[in-house]
C-alpha cells in the first residue's frame, strides 16, 4: 500500500533529535488542517492563529514568519537583520559557521566572525574579540551578534548571561540574533517562560525550532524587536523559505504551543539527557564534557568501545580527535531507552 | 483542542492549486511514516524508497533530491546547472522570472534572459533571442533554457515542440530545465508517462512538482542527465532545502508515486478545466485566451463581473489592464464545483 | 626601453571612445599628484580636492566616491540605492542588462527588470510596465530607475524628460540612478550645466564617466542626494572598487574638472559626430538611425560595405541582423578624421 | 593650473607601501602607451606584450589577467578557483579575511576557513585544522589553499615550505592561491626567480601585485596551472574588474617585468627594512616581532613613546592591545628617511 510503513517504529537511538518523528498531537493538527480550500503563503486561519500564539508567549510587539527549516531561519533572520555591508559575531562552533555549507555567506553574502569558546557561549569579552573596527570600510561592519541556545555543546546561557550580552551588543549598535533550533530545551533547562530569556532580555530576533522539538518540519523567524528585521517577509521569499500551503507548518506549531506540549516535549528529552548523564557519570574512563543542560550528553570514552557501541545504538562521534561523542535524547527516547543505553556502555566499557 | 479545524473544510475555490490541501493517501503516508527513528537528511528507507520510484518513472539514470517548494527546486537546479558566469533563457511569464521575488538573483546571483512569448512557451527561434553572445567576456553566458511544463499560462508543450526545443539547446551547447510545478498535468494533459517528454526527449533536470499535486508540500529535483547538476547536494544544502526530517517529504512523494495518485490527480484537476471552458465557452462576453491543456482556464471577462463573481468564488485576475482572470482547478475540484461556479458566471454576465 | 611605444600612435578609428588614450593635460595632472607620500584609500589631499570639485558642479550636498570603471560604478550605485529585496528598472539597451557580464546579478544580487524602448530612454509610462506590485512579496521590489545619459543608443534626454521622469519615480516611492558614463557628452549637447540635468531634476545617484572622456581611467559614484545611498564607502570597498593610491584617480577629475577640458573633449567629440552625420546623411542608402545627439552615429548600410569599411577603419557592426553599425568619436578625433572616413564611406558605398 | 600638484613631494613616512607614487619609469610607460586608438578590453599590443612577459618569468603556460587592484585579484582568483560549494583556507591574518570588507563572500560567496598562525605562514598541519569534511554536505568544501607572500605579518614562506603547502593542498584535492600583493618583496627576500616559489612549487593561481611595488594600480591574476580557473575572464568582468584602457595597465607592468625594475625596487624596499630592524633592534624597551623578511618591521614598544612617534612620522599601530606598531618600507625610502626614523625611535625612547 502507498500509505505503507517501511521502517521499524519501535527503534530509537541517540543519535540526533532530527531522527525522532513527529509527535501524535502535532500529526493529528496536521489533519485537522487538512480539507478545504485555504489562501496560500500565509493568509489562512491557521498562521493567523499563529500570531496569536506568538504573540501571547513573546509579547505584543512580536511577529512570527514560519520558515521550512533551521538554516532557512537563521538566514532569512540575519539577512533581514544586516545591511549588504554587515558582518555577523557567532562562536566556531555555531550552527550558522560549521554546519549549513556556507548559506549564510553564499545565500546571504554575510561575512561571518568566529570566536573560539569553551562552551559554545559567547560573553561580552569575546564579542569583542570581533566586534571591532567600527567606521573602517576595510571591515564588514560587525552588526549582529548571533547565539545559540541551547548551544550546539548542550549548554544553556542563564539569563543574566544573556541580559549581559544582549546589553552589550546593543551598547555596540549591534542586533542579537538567537538560534533557537532547541529553544525549547532552554525554557525547560532554565525553568522560565520563553519570553524571560528572549524578548525580556533584549533578543531582536529569535529562529523558534520546531523540528527538534517534535514537529514533521517547520522553524519560525520570531521578529521580537519590530525595527530589527526590515523586509523580512521579502527576504523569506527570496531566500525560498515561503510555504505554500503555510497552514500546514502553522498548524503545526498550533500544537505545539497553543498547549504545553512543546515544554512537556522538551523537559522530558532534557530529563533523558540528564537521566543519562546519571547513569554514566561514575564509570571510570566516561568523561562527561561540560554541564549536561539540554537534551544532549557529551563525553569522551576510548574509540575501541565507542565502535562497539555504535554497532548497538546509534551515535555519532563528534570529535574523531579527542574521541568525544554525542548523545541525544528526545520527546519520544523513554526511559527504558536510557537504561538500556547506559547498560551497554557499562558492558562495553567494562569489556575494555 | 490543539489538533482542532479552525476553517470550514467544505469551501474550495478556483484561486489556485496551492488553496488545496493534502490527499488522504498523501497524509496516511506521512502518518506510515512516522514513529521510532530514522536517519535524516535523506538517509531513510524512505528517501531510499523514493531514487526506485523516480527511476521507475524517469530511466535508470535519474537521480532523485527532495526539496521544500517550488522556488527552491528551480533555483537549486538552475545554481547547480551554471558556472558563476552563466545566464538562464526564459520566458517572460515564467514563475522564475515574476513569482520568486528575485531568488535566482539573489541567491544564486544568476542572470534571467527573459523572451516574450504569446503562450509561455518557447521556441528554438525564442531561444534565439537571448542565446547569443557566446564568448563575449561582456555578456553572462547563456547555459540554460528553462521551460515550464505546463506553462504558467496553462497551455502544454507537445512532445515535439520539445524534442525541438532540447536538441536546439543542446546544439548551442546550453542545458535545459523543466520547471515542472505542474509535470503531472502535462503527463495527464499529453497523455503520455513522465519520461515521453522529460528524459525521452532530452530535458537534463526537472523540478518535479508535488505540491500542487496534492502533497503537504514537497518537490524534487529530478536530474536526468547525470553531468548536468554537479554539486547538486551541495547546493541543496547552501540553498536551505535540505529537510531533516527527510522521510516525511519522500514518502509523500512514495504515496504520489508508487501509485496512479499522481495522474488520477492531474487528470481529475484538467478534467475539471475542461468541463468548466465547455460551461462558459460559449457566453457571450467572456473569452477564454490560449488552448486549455492542463487546470487553469484564463478568460477575459467584463471588470464589474469579476468584481461580483469574487464576492462569491475566490480566484485571481491575472492582468488587471485587460481583465483577464485566472481559474483553477485541483484534486479537490468537484463537478459540483465546477457547476456551481459555471451557473454564477453565467449569472453575473447575465446581470451585466 | 620599458617605457618605449609599441603602437602607432597616429592611428585612429570610430570604434570606441575606450580605444582613445589620456588627454596630455591629465597626464599631467597624474605626474603633478607622483612624488611624496600621501595618504591612501581616499585620505589624500587630491581626493579631498575633489570633493569641492564635485560640490561646486553639483552642488553642496554632493559627495564623490571615486571608482574603476562605470561597470563598478554602476553596481556600487545601486548596491547603495536597494535593499536586499530591491529590483531595477532599466531599458533593454542598458549597459546595465547587456554589457556587464550579470555584474548586477551577480555581485549585487540586484534582479533587473528591463523595458523595451525605441531609443534608450525610458518615460514615465515605460517605467510603468515593471514598476508595479509593490507589497507583492512574490516579486522583488522596484527601488530604482536607472537610465543612462547619454543613452547607449546616442540619445539624450532633454531636462523636461528627465525631471518627469524623476518625479514619477520619485511618486512611486522610486529612486532614480543615471549611468553618466557620457555625461560631459550630455552637458555639451544639451548645453546647459551638469547639474541642471541631475541635481536639479532629481537624480538621486550618478555614475559620473572619466574613462571615455580622456582619463586614464576613473569613475566617481556622486551620491547627490545625501539619503539615497546609505554604506556606499563599504559597498566600494567590498565591491572590489576602492584604489589604494586614490591620488592618482582623484588628480585626473581634477583636470578635467577644475577647467573646462571636460566640456571642451565633450563638445568636441560630439561635434566630431554631428559632422560625420552631415556628411553621410544624404548618401542614398546610409541610414542615420535616431537623433545624432552625442557623440555617436548609429547607421545601416549594406553589409558588403561595412565588411569593405572595415577593413580601413576600426568600428563595431552594432546589430548583426540589421546591418546597423555604430561609429564613435571622441577627444582626440579631427575634423580630418571625419572627413577621411566620410570619404571612404562615399567610396564604398559608391562601389556597390 | 589643472595638471598641478598640492602635496610636499618631499615627505615620507613608513605607514605603506601604498602611500609612496608611482615609479617614474612607470610613469614613462603609461605615457609611452598613450596616444592614438588601441582596442579596449585588452586587445592591445601592451597586453599582447604582457603575456610574453609574465610567461618568461612564470612558464609557457601562464596566462596573465590584468585586474585593478588587490582585492579585486583575490576575489576573481578564488571564484574562478572554487565551485559554488566551495570554501578556501587561509589564515587569520590574511587580507582576504580582514581587510577587504567581507568582499570574498559578499561578492563571490566564498566561505572562507580561517586558522590562527603565530606567523602569518600556514602549514600542512595548520591547513589540517579547516581542510576536513569532505564529502560531507553539511560542509562547505574546501577547495583552495590561500596563502599570502609574503605574509601580512612580514615573514616569507621558504621555496620548501611552499613545496610542503602546495603538495599537501594537492594531495587533498584542493587548490593553491597565492595572494602575491608583495610577491616581488618575497623573491627579493628569498633570492631566487619568481617561479621558483611559485609554478615550481605548484602554486596554481596567483595574484601578482603591481601597486605596491610602484605601479599607479594594478595587479595581474596569473593562472599558473591552466585547469585551475575556468571561466576567469568572465569572472573578471561579472566581478567589475575589467579595464576598458587596458594598454595603461598593462604598459606599467611592461616597465615593471622587462627590466629588473620590479626586483630593484623590492629589494630595495626589503634593505630598508632590514636597516631600520638593526637600527632599532638593540634598543631596550623596542621588542621587533619575527623575523624582518621582507618590507616590513614590526615591534612593540611603550604607546606613549608611539604617540610621539606618530607626530613626526606616519605609521600605524598594528594591534592597540599590545602596543605593536608596523612600520612599511617602499622602493622610495631612503636611507636617510630610515636613519632619520630611527633615530627619532632612539630620541622619543630615551624621553622615555
Given amino acids: 500500500m502507498t500509505g505503507g510503513q517501511r521502517h521499524d517504529a519501535g527503534v530509537r537511538g541517540f543519535a540526533s533529535d532530527n531522527y525522532s518523528g513527529v509527535h501524535p498531537e502535532v500529526l493529528a493538527a496536521i489533519a485537522g488542517a487538512n480539507g478545504g480550500h485555504q489562501a496560500s503563503y500565509g493568509d489562512d486561519v491557521y498562521t493567523e492563529h499563529l500570531q496569536e500564539l506568538f504573540r501571547s508567549h513573546f509579547g505584543p510587539q512580536a511577529?512570527?514568519?514560519?520558515?521550512?527549516?533551521?538554516?532557512?531561519?537563521?538566514?532569512?533572520?540575519?539577512?533581514?537583520?544586516?545591511?549588504?555591508?554587515?558582518?555577523?559575531?557567532?562562536?566556531?562552533?555555531?550552527?550558522?559557521?560549521?554546519d549549513e555549507c556556507g548559506a549564510p555567506e553564499k545565500m546571504g553574502g554575510l561575512k561571518l566572525l568566529p570566536v573560539r569558546t569553551p562552551d559554545g557561549k559567547l560573553t561580552p569579552d569575546l564579542v569583542d574579540v570581533e566586534a571591532r573596527g567600527f567606521d573602517d570600510v576595510h571591515r564588514a561592519q560587525p552588526q549582529v551578534v548571533s547565539l545559540t541556545q541551547t548551544t550546539e555543546l548542550g549548554t544553556a546561557y542563564s539569563v543574566e548571561e544573556l541580559t549581559a550580552l544582549c546589553e552589550h551588543a546593543h551598547s555596540l549598535g549591534m542586533k542579537v540574533h538567537m538560534d533557537g533550533a532547541r529553544v525549547s530545551n532552554a525554557a525547560a533547562s532554565l525553568g522560565v517562560p520563553l519570553r524571560a530569556f528572549t524578548t525580556d532580555v533584549g533578543v531582536d530576533v529569535l529562529s523558534y525550532g520546531g523540528t527538534k522539538n517534535g514537529l514533521l518540519l517547520g522553524e519560525v523567524v520570531v521578529v521580537?524587536?519590530?525595527?530589527?528585521?526590515?523586509?523580512?517577509?521579502?527576504?523569506?521569499?527570496?531566500?525560498?523559505?515561503?510555504?505554500?500551503?503555510?497552514?500546514?507548518?502553522?498548524?503545526?506549531?498550533?500544537?505545539?504551543?497553543?498547549?504545553?506540549?512543546?515544554?512537556?516535549?522538551?523537559?522530558?528529552?532534557?530529563?533523558?539527557?540528564?537521566?543519562?548523564?546519571?547513569?554514566?557519570?561514575?564509570?571510570?574512563?566516561?568523561?562527561?564534557?561540560?554541564?549536561?543542560?539540554?537534551?544532549?550528553?557529551?563525553?569522551?570514552?576510548?574509540?575501541?568501545?565507542?565502535?562497539?557501541?555504535?554497532?548497538?545504538?546509534?551515535?555519532?562521534?563528534?570529535?574523531?580527535?579527542?574521541?568525544?561523542?554525542?548523545?541525544?535524547?528526545?520527546?519520544?527516547?523513554?526511559?527504558?531507552?536510557?537504561?538500556?543505553?547506559?547498560?551497554?556502555?557499562?558492558?562495553?566499557?567494562?569489556?575494555?
Same sequence: chains 1, 2, 3, 4.
Fill in 224 to 352: 521580537l524587536n519590530p525595527d530589527a528585521a526590515p523586509g523580512v517577509e521579502y527576504v523569506r521569499k527570496s531566500s525560498m523559505q515561503l510555504t505554500s500551503k503555510m497552514r500546514f507548518v502553522s498548524a503545526q506549531f498550533g500544537a505545539l504551543l497553543g498547549s504545553d506540549l512543546w515544554l512537556t516535549s522538551a523537559t522530558h528529552a532534557n530529563d533523558m539527557a540528564r537521566r543519562l548523564e546519571a547513569a554514566v557519570r561514575d564509570i571510570d574512563g566516561v568523561e562527561v564534557q561540560r554541564p549536561v543542560q539540554a537534551n544532549a550528553v557529551f563525553a569522551v570514552l576510548p574509540k575501541a568501545v565507542t565502535a562497539r557501541l555504535q554497532k548497538r545504538f546509534k551515535f555519532y562521534t563528534w570529535d574523531e580527535a579527542t574521541g568525544e561523542v554525542r548523545w541525544m535524547t528526545t520527546f519520544d527516547t523513554t526511559e527504558q531507552d536510557v537504561d538500556a543505553f547506559a547498560a551497554a556502555i557499562h558492558e562495553e566499557m567494562a569489556a575494555g
Fill in 63 to 98: 511577529a512570527a514568519y514560519p520558515v521550512f527549516n533551521g538554516t532557512g531561519a537563521n538566514v532569512v533572520s540575519l539577512q533581514a537583520m544586516t545591511t549588504r555591508w554587515g558582518s555577523v559575531v557567532c562562536t566556531y562552533s555555531a550552527h550558522i559557521y560549521v
